[in-house]
């Protein structure tokens, strides 16, 4: 485990995750690693297949909607912590990345590269198929 101990680690991630879900306005933390690095790990450790190749997939990112991603002090507490506690929380389906496996630069890296991604979607009337199926449902 890093520098943190179990309590402090599960204290760091529920706090970070409490802040973002209340809806608190909170500032992150900056992102120190190298985000062209961090695309490249991304994909090597399949992290785009629960999160999506810009962060938005079955648990999303993007934004700076997850608590996981409040520092990169959080983040590394997360990725580690749950290695002998199989998982810390027991909805909890995301690996673990011991150091030996990711070490901290790379997870940095990762970390820079996932702060980058931005959930903005168009608006309808900017998608003509879409806004066509959406106008004939309500005819009908």
Known sequence: MTKFGKKAAATLICSGM???TAGAQVEY???TGNAENGKQLYYDHGCYGC??????G???????VSGIMFSEEVFLAYLRARAD??????TQNMPNYPADSL???????IYAFIRTFKDDPPEVED??????ILEAA???
């Open 18 to 20: 409490l802040l973002t």
């Open 51 to 56: 999160h999506g190749f810009g962060g938005i």
């Open 138 to 140: 309500q005819e009908n």
């Open 103 to 109: 070490p901290d630069d790379s997870a940095k890296d």
């Open 58 to 64: 079955r648990k999303n990112l993007a934004n700076d």
């Open 127 to 132: 998608i003509p198929a879409l806004k066509a």
């Open 29 to 31: 933390g900056p992102a």
């Open 85 to 90: 506690m199989n998982p810390l929380f027991p």
